[in-house]
Structure formats: C-alpha cells, structure tokens
C-alpha cells in the first residue's frame, strides 16, 4: 500500500520510490495518473486498474499474482490508499489469503490539511466525503453536530457551496472553517472563516470552486448543538398557528434549538427550500 502525492509529484518518500521500482506490479486507481507518475520519477511498471467498480474482481487479480510469487503496489491516484479511495476490499482479501499487507506511509490530504489550518490541537473526526443528496447530507451532519471533534471532510467541487450551506444550518453559522484546496499544487489556497460566510466566500470568483477540497470545521463548544430532540416538532405546531419567524424564534427559545437549524427546517416544512 503506497502513499503517493496528493499534488506535487516530488512529495514522495524513498521508500515508496523504491517500492514502486521493485514491484512486479503497480496496481492503480487511475492507471493514466500512475503512467504519469511513474514516468516523472523515471520508473516504469506493468500497470493494472483497480477501481471502485471493479476492486473485487481485481483483489482476485491481485491475490493470483501474489500466489505467483509477485509483488504488487497498490497506489491511488493520490494520497494514501484506501483513505475515502478504493484499496480496502484489495486488503482484506490478500489479508484473508494469506499475504501480507505492508503500508509504506506518505501523503494524505486530511492531516496536511490539519497541519496548516490552526485549529486547536485536540482529537479530529475524519468523516470523508458526505452524501450527495441534500437530505442525506444534512442528516449525518445532525449526528455529527454536538460531537467534541473537529470535523474532517472531503469535498467535490461541485458540490462545495452546497455541502458548507447546509454545514451553517446544521452545525452553526458561528464555527470556524478552513477551506483547504489545491494542495501542494501550483494555486494551493487556504483560507479560515466561519461557517456563515463560506458560500459567499466560494462564489467571490471561479477559481475558488476548482479542484478538491479539505473542509476543517471547529469542534463544537461545550454545551452547543444540545437542544429538546423535539424541537421539530414544536416547530410544526408553532408553524401551524403563526407566520414562519415567529414559530422559529418560539421553537427556539422553547427547546433550545440552534437557529439557522431551526429556520432551514422551517423553510423546508413551509415548501420553500428548493433543494428539497
């Protein structure tokens, strides 16, 4: 299991270097990606996919060559493998064959992300990429909303704005977040702000909203995100005898509910979110 960069292709260890020049096999997420890496460090490899769609398949694969007496490297097209990347089912069925499994460490996008962004030192909870479906995504962002962790995702492009809009309503406008992009890359930015002003911050211009994403949110403070499990449905009782902001200002002075939860909930009973 070989740790490649994440960006800048000089990130890379000796040992990984060396590793890749004694295999018998590199297998690749992207076998392009891997082509391209190996020919910058003058290697060359027999290289075969192994990929979200056909990883079972090809852990096959892999355990006939090890039984052959070959050795295989088995790199993502960055950063550590199965870290939110395939390689984890490749590792239990060598595991389970048998073989032995040796990680040869290197790049990884959520700690160096970590290393730069001046959050508190503390525990961290690595949560990768979230659900594409907005009610998905906020739902496991309600369970991760009073947890004492700082908070480690990933994150598309295409889906950035979205996922720190729905971040502001259900962890809180107030919490600091990091946005991290392009890292060890020629236009690497990071930039801190709080949640609330993250969409906008993303929108200010085009480049802001290219390539992937590391998004560090600031752990919640003692006590935040503890509210009356019921306040939903307060909410719907409130909504049903007076207009929207008052029911939202009640429902939260009642239960103790955060307000932009509580106000993105009321929009959506009231039929006025558009993402549904």
């Known amino acids: 299991m070989v740790a490649t960069p994440i960006g800048n292709l000089d990130d890379i260890s000796l040992r990984a270097l060396n590793t890749l020049a004694g295999a018998d096999i590199v297998a690749a997420e992207d076998t392009r990606v891997?082509?391209?890496?190996?020919?910058h460090h003058r290697l060359r490899g027999k290289l075969v996919a192994v990929h979200e769609h056909n990883e079972r398949r090809a852990a096959d694969r892999i355990v006939e060559e090890l039984a052959q007496g070959r050795t295989v490297a088995l790199v993502a097209d960055a950063g550590t493998p199965a870290v939110s990347d395939p390689g984890a089912i490749v590792v239990a069925r060598v595991r389970a064959a048998g073989f032995r499994v040796i990680p040869i460490p290197g790049p990884n996008a959520a700690v160096t992300a970590l290393s730069a962004a001046g959050i508190a030192d503390g525990p961290f909870l690595f949560i990768g990429f979230l659900p594409a479906k907005a009610g998905a995504r906020r739902k496991t962002l309600g369970g991760l909303r009073e947890l004492p962790y700082t908070l480690v995702f990933y994150e598309a492009p295409h889906r950035v704005v979205e996922s720190v809009e729905d971040m502001?309503?259900?962890l809180g406008a107030g919490r600091a977040l990091v946005v991290a992009?392009?890292?060890?890359?020629?236009f690497e930015?990071?930039?801190r702000c709080r949640l609330g002003e993250a969409a906008a911050w993303l929108r200010e211009g085009p480049d802001r909203l290219r390539g992937e994403f590391v998004l560090i949110?600031?752990?919640a403070a003692a006590g935040e995100?503890?509210?009356?499990p019921d306040w939903e449905r307060v909410l719907a009782a409130l909504l049903a005898e007076m207009p929207l902001a008052r029911a939202v200002k009640l429902a939260c002075?009642?239960?103790g509910a955060k307000k932009n939860a509580v106000y993105a909930r009321a929009l959506r009973f009231?039929?006025?979110d558009r993402s549904g």
């Open 181 to 186: 992009r392009e890292l060890t890359k020629l």
């Open 168 to 170: 502001s309503a259900v």
């Open 217 to 219: 949110v600031e752990r």
């Open 34 to 39: 891997s082509a391209h890496l190996l020919e």
């Open 253 to 255: 002075s009642i239960t």
């Open 225 to 228: 995100g503890k509210a009356d």
């Open 270 to 272: 009231a039929g006025k």
């Open 189 to 191: 930015e990071i930039h």
